[in-house]
């Protein structure tokens, strides 16, 4: 795994790999934090899979111990947020990471970074839009973005040039996302929708200033709801990580595997010792609030 018959560990290949599907830079660094996690210090070269989730839940901690070929999880994400002052089996989220390290696989998490590039989630939510669209730009752009990333920025704005009705934007979100239910709040008075607003994830701070007929994003404070269709415009809520989860194995998976490969190719010129990669979607990682 590597050039030459030199070892390159799964974390650091896919470090490498990343930088041709979403920068790191274009991650919002102020408050994100992205990048590795943990590095597992004796990873095995032969494991060649890695397994894609949302949420590193102990649940999908579990789900890569219990098969013998993982190397590295990608976790949307990160599962460090914030400092820690130690590491210890007493608490459920340190010792999946500390369990995880001593079975060789490391943790790698994306989150903003993977929000902005230009074939990331939020140009993923808008997609069933597109048929209708005039345009459609980022919210906020990224400064200096890589050569080859222009266009990369924050959520997504898309203008119609068909008038929507509430009922069918709903309709297409919901089998956009695979789901059977989603919330609305609309104004007194509705209105055709000729531009939508979307945010992967929580997207109230980003859609400050926005002007849209709709907004569409995993989740919204009930204040936030309530000011926004006294202005006007309705509101789309679908719990935060549905706006992500489904772009895991339409987008990400085929693309990651995609590249790895490609990656071993080159560095062994058509002749890799140690197999192809293969990429999983997590099926542990689920929404945790449902519809009962």
């Not at 509430?166 to 531009?195: N, Y």
């Not at 006007?232 to 990651?256: D, K």
């Amino acid at each position: 795994m590597g050039v030459g018959g030199v070892q390159i560990s799964p974390l650091s290949l896919v470090k490498r790999v990343w930088e041709r599907i979403a920068p790191l830079q274009l991650a919002e660094r102020s408050w994100d934090n992205v990048g590795a996690m943990i590095e597992a210090p004796y990873p095995n070269p032969e494991h060649r899979r890695v397994l894609l989730t949302i949420d590193l839940t102990p649940s999908v901690c579990a789900e890569a111990l219990a098969q013998d070929n993982v190397s590295l999880i990608v976790s949307y994400h990160p599962p460090i947020f914030r400092g820690l002052k130690s590491l210890t089996l007493a608490d459920p989220l340190q010792s999946s990471l500390l369990r995880l390290s001593a079975k060789g696989i490391s943790v790698f998490s994306p989150h903003t970074s993977l929000d902005a590039t230009p074939n990331g989630i939020n140009t993923w939510l808008v997609k069933p839009f597109i048929p209708f669209a005039t345009s459609h730009e980022p919210l906020t752009t990224s400064e200096q973005p890589p050569q080859g990333f222009e266009g990369a920025g924050m959520g997504r704005i898309v203008r119609l040039s068909t008038h929507l009705d509430v009922r069918q934007v709903v309709r297409m979100v919901k089998e956009h996302l695979g789901l059977e239910h989603v919330q609305l709040a609309t104004p007194a008075i509705e209105k055709p929708i000729t531009s939508i607003a979307v945010c992967a994830g929580s997207g109230a701070s980003l859609f400050k200033g926005v002007q849209a007929d709709l907004f569409l994003t995993g989740e919204m404070s009930h204040h936030e709801v309530l000011a926004t269709i006294a202005s006007g415009s309705s509101v789309i809520l679908t719990n935060h990580t549905n706006t992500e989860r489904p772009y895991l194995s339409q987008v990400l998976q085929p693309w990651l595997e995609k590249e790895l490969n490609s990656e071993i190719e080159m560095d062994f010129h058509n002749d890799s010792p140690n197999g192809k990669w293969e990429v999983l979607v997590s099926r542990a990682d689920q929404d945790p609030l449902r519809v009962v």
